[in-house]
C-alpha cells in the first residue's frame, strides 16, 4: 500500500500528515509507503515549516529530513490513496487524473473522520502556533482511522 498526503505547498499540513501517518502505521506493525506532496511547487525542495517540525516533535515524531516537493500526474500511477487537506487541493489533483480510477484514489483526509462532509483541515501557515496544534489534532485522528481502514481491508 503506498499513501500520498497533499497540501498546498507541502510545508505545512501534508509534511505532517505524511509523519503521523508513518508512525501511526508503525505503531500498529502496518508496512506501507508514505509521502507528500503540494499543489504549488512554491517549497520545491525545501524543508517542512519550522512550526511543522516543532509540534511533530512534540508528539515525537521527526519530519525534518522531508523535502517539499510538487504532485505530478506519474503520482497517480504510484499511489493507491491519496489524501488531500482542503477542496482547492482536491480539485487541482483530480483536475490531473486521466482515469476515474486514478479520480477515484484522490479523497479528503478528513473524510475518514466524518464521512462525506468534504471538512477542510486549515492551512495553519498564517496563524500562530496553536494552530499547527489543531491541525496535528485533526491528522492524528485521520491517521488512525486511515491505519484501521487498510488494516480491516487486510483481513
Known amino acids: 500500500m503506498k ?12 509534511p505532517l500528515a505524511e509523519g503521523v501517518l508513518k508512525e501511526t502505521a508503525k505503531r500498529e506493525g502496518l ?9 504549488a ?9 519550522r512550526r511543522s517540525q516543532e509540534v511533530a516533535r512534540k508528539h ?25 487537506m ?3 487541493n482536491y480539485d487541482d489533483v483530480v483536475s490531473l487524473a486521466d482515469t476515474r ?7 479528503m483526509i478528513l473524510n475518514t473522520v466524518y464521512p462525506g462532509k468534504d471538512l477542510s ?10 494552530g499547527f496544534e ?5 491528522l492524528d485522528n485521520s491517521c488512525k482511522k486511515v491505519v484501521e481502514t487498510i488494516l480491516a481491508e487486510k483481513q
Request: hydrophobic share 35%; with cysteine; aromatic share 12%.
Open 31 to 39: 508496512d506501507i509507503y508514505v509521502d507528500s506532496a503540494g499543489t
Open 86 to 88: 482542503d477542496k482547492s
Open 60 to 84: 515525537g515524531i521527526d519530519i525534518s529530513n522531508q523535502r517539499a516537493r510538487q504532485f505530478e500526474r506519474e503520482d497517480f500511477a504510484l499511489f493507491d490513496r491519496i489524501y488531500v
Open 41 to 49: 511547487a512554491y517549497h520545491a525542495g525545501e524543508r517542512p515549516d
Open 101 to 107: 480510477e486514478d479520480a477515484a484514489k484522490v479523497e
Open 134 to 138: 489543531k491541525v496535528f489534532q485533526m
Open 121 to 130: 483541515v486549515p492551512d495553519p501557515y498564517y496563524g500562530g502556533n496553536d
Open 3 to 14: 499513501v500520498l498526503m497533499v497540501c498546498l505547498g507541502n510545508i505545512c499540513r501534508s
